[in-house]
């Protein structure tokens, strides 16, 4: 008789269960943002909530909820229910920096998240001012050894992509640099241009069209492949630099405890998703490469590159309270 429960027990389960999935999503699921709306991981979740909403059957909502570089949001995601109705657009430095950029961080993103799926992965752009009289990345590091402590770098602030990429290429090349961070990429690519600053690395788009307009030089691009937006400019690899290759990435995460056939269902929705030739032509245009990963390998990913930003951020001595 008791075996006799057991088995009826086990297959209500599975059928309450199957019920689950089946109605997952029954209600919008709420996608934050640590950031305000505008900006790059703004347009990337527009770019993926209409097709997500027609291959799930239910709205996307995206929710701001800026302040201390993403870590609002993400300790409001990692505190929110594990039932797949709350998710977090994460970038490099939300998933990866910010553990060893802060020394008081709410959440730790190998420990409080479920990754759900890795969409793309975004490469920078090397670029100097035109008042340089350098015109590849062998003359540059040349130049700038010659000038040790001459030289500056700008970046969109401290303990950022724009930063941390930079000190990479010093620990790489042995160049000395003096690093002077703006409130924004804006400000500091207006002194790039103007030649307060030498140097800064920066994402495609905008390095593209300041590129392609003479304001400033691309020298190199820290991926594996030259990209499309600058087919001319090589990669930091290509011109001497062995195994530079440094890319940031756009990923979802949910809290963790998620179900994993719940989080399979919304990992299979972004594959979907991102097999459009449309989506892909249009985040190309943004400065994304399409870059899915399942949750599985998201998070391996994940586990491989957190030491690595551990290293460049203990490196340029950047910290934030």
Partial sequence: ????????????WLTV?????????????KIVIGFPAGGPLDQH???LTDRLQAVLGQPLIVDYKPGAGGSVGAEAVAKSAPDGY????????????????YTKLPYDTLRDFTPIARTA?????????????????RQFVDYARA???????????????????PEMFKSATGIFMVHIPYRGSAPAFTDL????VQFMAESIPQAANYHKQGKVRALAVTSAARNPALPEVPTVIEAGIKGFEVVGFYGFLAPAGTPKDVVAKLS??????????????????QGADPAFLGSEDFAKFLAAETPRWDKAVKASGAKMD
């Fill in 1 to 12: 008789m008791n075996m006799a429960r057991k088995g009826i027990a086990a297959l209500l």
């Fill in 17 to 29: 269960s199957t019920a689950a999935l089946a109605a997952f999503p029954d209600k919008p699921i």
């Fill in 45 to 47: 979740a527009r770019l």
């Fill in 86 to 101: 709350t998710l977090m657009l994460a970038n490099t430095g939300v998933a990866v920096i910010n553990g060893a950029l």
């Fill in 121 to 137: 992965m975004q490469p920078l752009a090397l670029l100097v001012t035109p008042k340089l009289p350098v015109q590849n990345l």
């Fill in 147 to 165: 000038r040790p402590g001459q030289l500056n770098y700008g970046s969109a602030g401290n303990g950022g992509i724009s930063h941390l990429v």
């Fill in 193 to 196: 241009m103007g030649g307060q």
């Fill in 268 to 285: 299979d929705a972004f594959r979907q998703v991102l097999t459009s030739p449309e989506v892909r032509e249009r985040m190309v245009s």
